[in-house]
Nanobody, 129 residues
Framework: QAHLVESGGRSVHPGGALTLSCVGS????????MAWFRQAPGKEREVVAG????????PYAASVNGRFTIYRDNPKNTLYLQMTSLLPEDTATYYC??????????????????????WGQGTQVTVFS
């Protein structure tokens, strides 16, 4: 059974930095594309960034492009999200997700939650003054 566990969320001040981790098990981690999503209170879940199985394709949401970096370590079955220049609007629960559809479908639909089969339980990031 697939299992994703996020960690690293905490409270930080605006302008601060944080790195989230997500460890996957119970499925073929290195054959799956992955992504980070987030959901703020009262808002819908939104994609933050995605990464292909080999790590070469890494699309980002416009709101985080240039501030966040997604990367993965396949031998360690771990996905990361390095966040810098954090803003109060980055406050949310962050989720990692994994899927294994064809690469072309990931490129076309990476921002849609529908192409991901496995989800973690989330880790809370709070940015406040």
């Amino acid at each position: 059974q697939a299992h994703l566990v996020e960690s690293g969320g905490r409270s930080v001040h605006p302008g601060g930095a944080l790195t989230l981790s997500c460890v996957g098990s119970g499925y073929s981690f290195s054959d799956s594309y992955m992504a980070w999503f987030r959901q703020a209170p009262g808002k819908e879940r939104e994609v933050v960034a995605g990464v292909s199985d080999g790590g070469n394709y890494r699309p980002y949401a416009a709101s985080v492009n240039g501030r966040f970096t997604i990367y993965r370590d396949n031998p360690k079955n771990t996905l990361y999200l390095q966040m810098t220049s954090l803003l109060p609007e980055d406050t949310a629960t962050y989720y990692c997700a994994a899927g294994s559809r064809p690469y072309s479908e990931f490129v076309r639909s990476w921002s849609s939650a529908n192409v991901y089969d496995y989800w973690g339980q989330g880790t809370q990031v709070t940015v406040f003054s």
